[in-house]
């Protein structure tokens, strides 16, 4: 028997050791084994000049992933308790922040950023009686000039399950940190970074006992925005000023680089950099005046007169008039009975196309609508509108920019019959091709589309694809890659019809009689301006103003647009002609010099 | 022609073996027992060194102090006649079973068990010298009843004899000694002569009363094998829930033992280096030895206790008095059991019951009640020789 006995220990152990000896290596291997996600830094964003828009801020936050913690109710309620004196905070605010913090299972909520060093030290001391909670070290945005280029720079949030799923994030762990909008949103593959890992040695109580191994996270790159921090600031201080809902966008004429791009009201993005209960969120965002949209590339606005530009190119290049043809502006026009007046009941008598232009007679372009054929998906003006990128995305590297809307009689019969619209009361007529030629009626335009198609009347035909990133560039300080995209398309537009309608906006703005001259005639630098003034239902009228400066040598495009702003030169001009004077540094300083300086050299011609 | 000069003899060298008293003794048997405690203190000095901040030799040098302790224990036992501790066995059996029942009553309890009597020196844990003084005591019991005419009353006396320190044992609660008790005494018994019939009537008995109360219990509504089933099946589920358990521990132990493959991880062990294997220097040394040393190591050990069991059960039937034999019989059944669940244990074929592995586990009571027992085997050794 004890032969027996001693036969059968030995042949286990002969099984055990000999013929299963590798499975319970391997399991025993992994078993003291931990691995850790070592998050990089993300990338700091700069403006132009290398200034430093936002950086990281190393915080110690205590986190607790739900899906951790105890699964025995008892315990879970015995552990929330402990957590909650430990932070001074009820059970019951403990399970409204697990509850209302957006997320998803298995996610991390974050209790308390910034812990201080004597809880800091205890959880990490006590950490075996805490399953679920933890101390982690992230990095959270610190944006150095508060709400500045909030909109653009957008913000950073944990990936979503769904993200998770897309090949673009295919490397990424649950909880970490990604671009969700603006340029963090767009560069986000190369701000990223790359996490790394460090294989730690636990012993059965959690306890580190040595290092195995490290893969190094690799920090992300930085972004060079084409932006001007400082015409940023100016552009967006002018806004404010004005108090009213309202945006800018000033671009270079022949890049389609984004000096600066701006929207009121804004919001400071350091408030996601904290944590909030969904309550506060939602609060948050639902301010009045919509602060989290961006009106610059979002707002989508009739032009009123800021669209005639567009309607005289599609007259002059498909013919429907020569540069010297004449309409007797008589203050109104009959149209199959319908009688349309200019604006503020002016009469200019009889006009060309350059003084149309100047003087922004209403008259002469109701004309031009009334002649201009439109049916189905197409129209002269309508397809001009297309190619001077209206009614389409703009292609710019800010993932929420809109389409606007440029209206075709299919357009419209389409929605009238859905019953979807209550303004949409009938199907397509001439009238609405009038109503189109002076910017009026259903056509919407953002800030960005009008500045971009304003710049390819001043380069001379391309419409360039706007873009915000300028380049990435390493740790290192080498420059990874340039943005430099190329323009959407090229317009053919003579050389006649450029140098009528550009004449036509340099009349309005420099000349006694011209729109913006009250605004733009003193203003040291040629330039070419029109302003827009749009009715809209139920609310005064929206302020436009589209620039190009210089005029006989465009650099650069500013679009403003201010709701219930009044005429365009009442709001929208001067915001444009404060941006125009910070560029061309005509209030000191050194920033704007080099762009004066070329201006002048030009001279006039 | 030297010895022809008394003026110029040295007194004649005194073989070595006679000069340490050893005279008589199972060389065999001794050898095999210091070679075991000798890897023991070795593992020890492996595989302690972050058990005690600050004190890498703390189990170290208690284990070597009392297998020092333990091997002079030994040698003077196996120099007194064994037959003397007859007359004192009432004496050895009321000590032996006062001293668990003291336990009973002042014991410090650690793990929920009350096994041990804080001494000034050390904790003392009655139970494992029980096995051995119930070893001689019953012994003497025996031998004296056999003398008389031999009935089923006398049975039942022996067999209450026999088995109340292994009740009082119970109750402590250490199944795992307890075990070791009622197999010491139903060996001593069996080895005895008692009339089988005599065992088989007292089993039939048994079988019905704990068939009885088992019924009657589950009718009761008291579950006696499911709840720990369902304990087993919910550690094996959850491993981490509670460090504690049985089968986590046997989990533990399995892993540490199949991962030493053939000659062991050395000091990469990290089942036992890294606490995942709990109680490694006492109740679980022998995982401590499967993972570091491998089938190389764990089989020598398997191999230095077959010699034991062999020299042992060589004393046993040389044993020139009857009851050197019945000693005999208990001390291996006590080492055989005990070797046999401990390492059955380690290796995932026992559950888990708490019994020390002899001569290997670290521990003062255990390594004395040990050599103890070995040296009440060399004396018998030396007896018969000398008969």
Redesign the interface.
């Known amino acids: 028997m004890?032969i027996a006995?001693?036969a059968?220990?030995?042949l286990?152990?002969?099984s055990?050791?000999?013929l299963?000896?590798?499975?319970?290596?391997a399991?025993?291997?992994d078993?003291?084994v931990l691995d850790v996600r070592v998050h990089p830094p993300r990338g700091e964003i700069l403006d132009r000049t290398g200034k430093v828009l936002v950086d990281n801020r190393t915080v110690m936050s205590l986190e607790l992933r739900p899906s951790d913690l105890p699964?025995s109710h008892a315990e879970r309620r015995a552990e929330l308790r402990r957590l909650g004196s430990l932070l001074g905070l009820s059970q019951r605010a403990i399970h409204s922040k697990v509850r209302e913090t957006p997320q998803y299972a298995g996610y991390p909520v974050v209790l308390r950023q910034d812990v201080d060093r004597r809880l800091l030290f205890y959880m990490l001391e006590n950490r075996r009686s805490f399953p679920g909670a933890s101390i982690e070290r992230t990095y959270v945005r610190q944006y150095k000039d508060g709400s500045l280029a909030a909109h653009i720079l957008g913000l950073v949030g944990q990936v979503s399950p769904h993200q998770l799923t897309r090949p673009a994030y295919r490397t990424l762990k649950p909880g970490d940190i990604i671009g969700q909008a603006g340029v963090e949103y767009t560069y986000d593959k190369f701000l990223r970074g790359t996490a790394g890992s460090e294989r730690i040695?636990?012993?059965?109580?959690g306890r580190p006992?040595g290092q195995l191994g490290s893969r190094p996270a690799r920090a992300g790159d930085n972004l060079r925005l084409t932006l001007d921090a400082g015409l940023q600031a100016v552009g967006e201080a002018a806004l404010r000023a004005k108090g009213l809902p309202s945006a800018f966008a000033a671009m270079n004429v022949h890049t389609g680089a984004i000096l600066a791009m701006g929207s009121y009201p804004t919001y400071d993005p350091s408030f996601y950099t904290r944590p909030h209960t969904k309550a506060q969120y939602d609060a948050f965002g639902n301010r009045p005046g919509d602060p989290l949209v961006d009106r610059a590339d979002q707002g989508g606005y009739p032009t009123g007169s800021a669209f005639k530009p567009i309607t005289a190119t599609a007259a002059l290049e498909d013919h429907l008039i020569s540069p010297g043809t004449i309409f007797d502006d008589t203050g109104s026009l009959d149209i199959g009975g319908l009688v349309v007046h200019n604006a503020g009941g002016a009469a200019y008598g009889p006009v060309d196309m350059s003084t149309a232009i100047k003087v922004s007679s209403d008259v002469y372009f109701f004309n031009l609508g009334l002649h201009a054929s439109a049916s189905g998906k197409h129209g002269q003006i309508q397809d001009w509108a297309h190619r001077y990128g209206l009614g389409e995305k703009p292609n710019i590297d800010l993932p929420a920019a809109g389409p606007g809307l440029i209206p075709t009689p299919a357009w419209r019969n389409r929605v009238y019959r859905s019953h979807k619209n209550p303004y949409i009361d009938r199907p397509w007529n001439q009238g609405d091709n009038v109503n189109l030629a002076v910017g009026q009626g259903d056509v919407m335009v953002t800030p960005l589309q009008l500045a971009r198609a304003y710049a390819a009347l001043g380069n001379g035909g391309a419409l360039v694809t706007p873009h915000v990133g300028g380049r990435i560039v390493d740790v290192h300080g080498r420059t990874v890659r340039r943005i430099r995209p190329a323009p959407r398309r090229h317009l053919h537009i003579s050389d006649q019809t450029r140098n009528v309608i550009l004449g036509g906006m340099h009349r309005a703005a420099d000349e006694a009689g011209g729109t913006s001259d009250a605004v733009m005639g003193s203003f040291p630098i040629p330039v070419a301006g029109k302003t827009g003034t749009a009715e809209r239902e139920g609310q005064q009228d929206q302020s436009w103003y589209g620039v190009i400066a210089p005029y006989d040598n465009p650099q650069i495009v500013v679009a403003v647009t201010v709701e219930r702003g009044g005429f365009g030169v009442e709001s929208a001009a001067p915001i444009a002609r404060t941006i125009l004077e910070r560029y061309f540094n005509l209030n000191g300083g050194s920033a704007g010099a080099v762009n004066a300086a070329a201006a002048r050299a030009a001279g006039p011609g | 022609m030297e010895a022809a000069k008394p003026s110029l003899t040295i007194a004649p060298r005194r073989p070595l073996a006679e000069r340490l008293g050893l005279t008589g003794v199972d060389g065999v048997m001794l050898g095999a027992s210091v070679g075991l405690i000798a890897f023991s203190v070795f593992t020890l000095a492996t595989s302690t060194r972050d058990e005690i901040a600050g004190r890498p030799m703390y189990f170290v040098e208690r284990q070597a102090l009392y297998a020092a302790a333990g091997i002079v224990l030994m040698i003077a036992i196996s120099r007194i006649d064994y037959t003397r501790l007859r007359d004192l066995r009432m004496t050895i059996y009321a000590a032996m079973v006062g001293s668990i029942a003291l336990v009973l009553l002042v014991g410090t309890a650690v793990r929920g068990s009350n096994r041990w009597i804080n001494l000034p020196f050390f904790q003392f844990e009655p139970s494992e010298l029980a096995k051995v003084l119930l070893c001689v005591s019953l012994a003497a019991f025996v031998y004296e009843r056999v003398r008389r005419p031999f009935g089923l009353r006398q049975t039942v006396t022996l067999l209450g004899l026999g088995l109340a320190p292994a009740a009082l044992v119970f109750l402590q609660p250490d199944l795992g000694t307890g075990i070791v008790l009622v197999a010491v005494a139903l060996t001593i018994l069996f080895v005895s002569g008692i009339p089988w019939q005599h065992f088989a009537a007292i089993g039939a008995v048994a079988a019905l009363i704990a068939g009885g109360v088992y019924a009657a219990g589950s009718a009761a509504g008291v579950s006696f094998l499911h709840g720990y089933q369902q304990d087993r099946l919910t550690a094996f589920l959850?491993p981490s829930d509670d460090?504690s358990d049985a089968s986590y521990q046997v989990n533990q132990a399995?892993?540490?033992?199949?991962?030493?493959?053939?000659v062991g991880?050395g000091s990469e062990a990290?089942?036992t280096?890294?606490?995942?294997l709990p109680e490694r220097h006492t109740d679980f040394i022998y995982a401590v030895i499967?993972?570091r040393f491998?089938?190389l190591g764990?089989?020598f050990v398997?191999f230095l206790?077959?010699i034991l069991?062999w020299r042992a059960?060589r004393v046993m039937r040389a044993s020139s008095s009857y009851y050197g034999t019945l000693i005999a019989a208990g001390v291996?059944a006590m080492l055989?059991f005990q070797v046999?669940i401990n390492?059955?244990m380690n290796?995932?074929?026992m559950p888990v019951t708490g019994i020390t592995l002899p001569l290997m586990s670290y521990g003062g009571s255990s390594v004395l009640g040990t050599f103890l027992a070995l040296g009440i085997l060399q004396s018998i050794h030396a007896q018969s020789r000398r008969d």
Do not use: K
């Not at chain 2, 399995?254 to 053939?262: R, Y």
């Not at chain 2, 280096?273 to 995942?276: A, K, P, S, T």
């Open positions: 004890v006995a001693v059968m220990v030995t286990r152990l002969w055990l050791q000999i299963s000896g590798e499975h319970y290596r399991l025993a291997r078993h003291g699964s040695q636990v012993d059965a109580l006992r | 959850h460090p399995v892993i540490a033992v199949g991962s030493g493959e053939e991880r990290t089942q280096e890294l606490l995942f499967g993972e491998g089938f764990a089989a398997i206790y077959a069991f059960i291996v055989v046999i390492v059955g290796l995932g074929l």
